[in-house]
Every structure is written in C-alpha cells, then in structure tokens.
C-alpha cells in the first residue's frame, strides 16, 4: 500500500463520485482526467481539502435513469488525487491513483451539483496490499494476444516499456488502458482477484482479437 493511502480503518464512509461510462480505475493504477464541467470542478475543489479522495464509478446505461441521474453499477474504485495541474482556460489536469474498489450501499444528496455515495470496503480489504501476483507461463499468452488485439485494430504500442512491466501493473495498465465497452470493464473491475482479471483480460483480447475494428486510423497506446 503507498505511505500517502489511507488504512483501511480510515476510508471515508461518504464519497463524492465522478461516474463516467468507459473509464475504468483499478486498484494501484494511475487514471489520467481532464476535469472542464462546473460540477467536476467543485467535486476535484473539495476532495483538495478533504483527503484527496473520491471514486470513479460507471453509469449502467442498461437501467432506466434515478432521481440523480443514470443508474451506477454497484461497484467503483475509490481513487486518491497523485497530481494536479491548472489550465488557463480553467481546466484542472489529474492524476487519480486507485486505492480500493467499493460498494455502493446507497446514493446520498448531491452537493456541490455532483454525486455522493455510502460506500462500503469490507470485501476488498486485500486490494490494499502489495502486489504479490504473478502470471508464469501466462505472461507469453497475454502478449501474445494483445499483440493480436492492437494488429487486427490498427493500434501502435510502445512494446519495449510493455514487456518491462511487472505482471501485476501489466495486467492493470492493460485493463484499464484497451479500449473495451463498458460491460468488459466492469467485468475486469469486479474480478476476484488478479489471476481472475488476467483470465478475464486474456479472454476479452483473444475474443475481439477476431474483430478488425472499424476502419479508424491508428491509435497509440503506451
């Protein structure tokens, strides 16, 4: 666990959340945001003096809207705030560092125009310990059909810092970084563990292995 986490005694019960469809936060990755509406910008204002903490939460379009807005999955990560740049146009630039995945128990008043739940920890206490897991033989297999996922979508990739990775921030840097919809993140989101999520990563890459993509230029992912 970093020194700048808090315990897992120490979590906050009442958390502001930005929910955001396609955007995936795991526990020790890093999510990049770039924060330009009102509400955001109060929500990034007060998590500065409170922690530096909020959570990051998928919208489940599959459900009719609630009274806040569109529905949430029932589980998101909270993440803590590692970097923070201002724009001149008014824009703040972050870093959200993944600390522990969530449940949402339910969703409380808004404030400040965005949205704030309860959250409860008590079946991912283990996301806050060090990484210990390990893919053996399976690490050939990832890459191998990643490198089939990024040839069959037209997508560039820095392969020499990709194959120096660690398998722990392999498996949650390619998670949240490939462009999967947002039912396969959140599949990849609420795994078990690391060995499942790099079952699930591999799988969801060889399926859409198959898959050419829709004619975009390339892309480049790092």
Known sequence: MSVFHP??????????????IGALLLPRGRLPLNIFEPRYLALVEDALGAGRLFGMIQPDRTLPDGPHG???????????????????????L????????????QELPMHHG????????????????APSFRLGAKRDALLGALRDYFAARGMQA???????MPDAALVTTLGMACPFDAAEKQALLECDNEASR?????ALLQIASHDSGDGDAPRNVS
Request: aromatic content about 12%; proline content about 5%; glycine content about 6%.
């Open 94 to 105: 972050i870093t959200l560092a993944g600390v522990i995945r969530f449940r949402v128990d």
């Open 158 to 164: 820095n392969w020499e810092a990709i194959e120096q």
């Open 7 to 20: 315990r897992f005694d120490a979590l906050p019960a009442e958390i502001p959340v930005f929910p955001l």
């Open 114 to 129: 965005y949205r704030r739940v309860r959250a409860v920890y008590d079946d991912y206490a283990a996301d806050l310990d």
């Open 70 to 92: 569109p529905r949430l999955f029932h589980i998101g990560c909270l993440g803590r705030l590692s970097s923070f740049a201002e724009t001149e146009d008014g824009r703040y």
């Open 198 to 202: 790099a079952e699930t990563l591999l």
